[in-house]
């Protein structure tokens, strides 16, 4: 974290506090590919990071160049998927994936073209994406800076408990979300501390916070 957006988020008493005991957030690195994060992300969800990349690798292993083509993945069954370690359920996830990119033409995308709102509802019409998972491809893969997701447990309780906020789930949200505007544009980097602060590891298989 630079020295510009660590001032702009100390104007937040707590989060001065907060970020007093973060030296440095861990260097991000990206791939920019969306195609193939989306899909190591249905990959290494629910999983360990071992056992995750285990799988992955078996998965890539389908393919000559080891990079899965949309086209290539809708040539397999089911089952050929499956053969490698994937669930029936992250089967047909990485098959929507797949039929969704090939049919919109994704090497044509300018993602940068689409806000992170517009981006977040364009990805979840894929069965299986959910918001968090967009969310991670927006904040690891496209290092978009703004990106608050409050559907993550550690996110969402860090800053419960760092603000002392309280309610319905409904309340609450809506508390963090009009809180977290005095933030903006750098919400993803306070979602970034509160994983170092809780000393989390994010198993998305992209970016740097990675299972172990």
């Not at 029936?88 to 990485?94: E, G």
């Not at 033409?105 to 967009?134: C, F, H, M, R």
């Not at 496209?142 to 409904?170: A, C, H, S």
Request: one cysteine or more; aromatic letters at 12%.
């Amino acid at each position: 974290m630079d020295k510009k957006i660590r001032a702009y988020l100390s104007k937040d008493e707590i989060l001065k506090k907060v970020l007093k005991d973060i030296k440095q957030l861990p260097v991000q690195s990206s791939t920019g590919d969306l195609y193939y994060d989306l899909i190591r992300a249905i990959t290494f969800q629910q999983l360990s990071g071992k056992a995750a990349t285990t799988i992955f690798n078996r998965f890539l292993e389908l393919f000559d160049n080891a990079y899965p083509h949309a086209v290539y993945i809708l040539d397999f069954e089911i089952a050929d998927l499956r053969a490698v370690g994937l669930s029936k359920q992250k089967a047909n996830y990485i098959k929507n994936i797949a039929a969704f990119a090939l049919a919109e033409d994704w090497p044509s995308k300018d993602w940068n073209s689409y806000s992170d709102e517009e981006l977040i509802t364009y990805l979840t019409q894929i069965k299986g994406v959910g918001k968090w998972t967009a969310q991670m491809i927006l904040m690891f893969t496209l290092e978009r800076p703004d990106v608050l997701p409050l559907d993550d447990l550690v996110v969402r309780n860090m800053l419960v408990e760092l603000y002392q906020v309280q309610g319905t789930k409904r309340a609450i949200t809506q508390q963090l979300t009009q809180l977290a505007e005095a933030w903006r544009p750098y919400r993803s980097y306070v979602s970034r501390s509160m994983w170092v602060l809780k000393d989390t590891i994010v198993c998305i298989g992209v970016g740097v916070f990675m299972c172990l």
